[in-house]
């Protein structure tokens, strides 16, 4: 008897069945497979690798330093005279225009020196005035009756010299008429110098007119003295100092107040002595102000210390601002970035992905058809954390960096940064 065919639906079933009842088993091995699988693609294609792109475009090199506000000079405001502080009509920190009084004296006495020095003026110039008015035309008339007399006189003299010379006269009518000529003559002379003395540059006129002159000069001073009373701004700007209150007693020259002009700051920072060689008047600068970082303004380098603080092995500079931002104050702190080279139209890459940047033949990564390929280089200027390639690379290649770990040749899947 012949024996019947298996039952193939049946032994799939059993088959499908056994499966079933494996299936976790089965299952983690079918995702065993595929994960070896895709790593296996991934092996073969290389590993992800972070890479940077060649870029063109402006490369600044700066000194980077931090240091302080100050006003290129600071104006010490004092009293010109000893006296008593009647009142402070400004405070600390306050904002005032040129000729703003600030502190008042009093001035009681000096009001009164004005006053008796006014008094001294108009008298002088009624003394002038005598002189016109009353003194030199009593002169001129008392010259002309003068002249009268010495010509009534000369007649008289010459009527008695001629009676006595003919005999019809007497020796003592000659000598009566010659002494009266003679007073005439001296009478005519002293009216003469009266006349003199009295007018424009004679001894009395000159004399009225220095007294009117020194009164004068009194007053100017008088009033001078009164001024200083009052303590006014010689500028505009800030004033950063106050040391004086009400009923103080001042001197002369004692310092009471500290301005700070208004108009262009500097900032004083000091750079490390090795970055000396870079620096040049007239280089521009970008600065932030510590209290406001977000915040940046334009500076000039225009001044170079000429000695090195061996304390500290730094240099003093200091930079302009022509247009201080309205919150910058005295001493406030402030970053600066000093540009000292520039290149406006650069090949530039990372720093990092240079390899052997300081040796006679540089060479960086390159990702190319799937690969990384080392590339040689000629490098230029180097600003912070970006290096200028001046041979070697074309803008938009991408290049690798050095700590990626990746070598020469491998097979590599760039990832654009």
């Known amino acids: 008897m012949t024996p019947a065919p298996p039952d193939r639906a049946g032994a799939r079933g059993g088959v499908l069945a056994a499966l079933w009842r494996r299936k976790w088993r089965v299952g983690a091995l079918v995702l065993a497979l595929a994960g070896a699988a895709l790593l296996a693609l991934r092996w073969m294609e290389g590993p992800e690798v972070v890479v940077y792109p060649v870029v063109r ?49 009093d001035g009681t006495e000096l009001e009164a020196a ?34 009268a007399n010495l010509e009534n006189a000369q007649s008289a003299f010459d009527r008695a010299d001629k009676l006595a010379r003919s005999g019809a006269g007497t020796q003592a009518t000659l000598d009566e008429a010659t002494r009266a000529l003679n007073v005439a003559r001296t009478l005519a002379r002293t009216a003469e110098l009266q006349v003199y003395t009295s007018s424009p540059g004679g001894s009395d006129y000159v004399l009225a007119q220095t007294q009117l002159s020194q009164a004068r000069a009194n007053l100017a001073t008088a009033r001078a003295r009164l001024g200083y ?10 004033l950063i100092t106050r ?27 000091q750079i490390d002595e ?29 001044y170079i210390n000429p000695s090195v603080d061996i304390t500290r092995a730094s240099v ?13 104050r005295q001493d406030m702190t402030v970053s600066v970035d000093i540009a000292v ?10 720093a990092r992905t240079v390899h052997e940047p300081t040796s006679a033949a540089p060479w960086v990564l390159v990702a190319r058809d799937g690969r990384a390929r080392e590339q040689k280089v000629r490098l230029g200027l180097w600003a912070a954390d970006q290096v200028q390639v001046l041979e070697g690379l074309t803008p938009g290649e991408q290049v690798v960096p050095v700590a990626s770990g990746v070598r020469a040749g491998q097979r590599i899947r760039p990832i654009p940064r």
């Open 341 to 350: 080279d520039r290149q406006p139209d650069a090949i530039v890459v990372p």
């Open 243 to 269: 040391s004086v209150e009400r009923g103080t007693v001042v001197q002369a020259g004692k310092a009471l107040l500290v301005l700070a002009p208004a108009g262009a700051s500097q900032l004083v920072v």
């Open 57 to 105: 475009g402006e490369l600044v090199r700066t000194v980077v330093a931090t240091g302080h506000v100050e006003t290129p000079y600071r104006v010490t405001i004092g009293s010109q005279i000893t006296g008593a502080v009647k009142d402070v009509l400004v405070e600390e920190g306050q904002t005032v225009r040129q000729g703003q009084p600030l502190i008042a004296l």
């Open 274 to 302: 090795k970055n000396l060689r870079l620096l040049k008047l007239g280089q521009s600068a970008v600065a932030s102000a510590d209290a406001y970082p977000d915040q940046r303004f334009s500076a000039t380098l225009t």
């Open 114 to 147: 004005v006053v008796q020095s006014e008094g001294a003026v108009e008298q002088a110039e009624a003394r002038i005035r005598q002189l016109h008015e009353l003194t030199k035309p009593a002169a001129d008339e008392a010259l002309k009756q003068a002249r």
């Open 229 to 238: 009373a009052t303590i006014i701004a010689p500028r505009d700007g800030v």
């Open 316 to 328: 003093e500079v200091k930079l302009t601002v022509a247009d201080p931002p309205a919150y910058l």
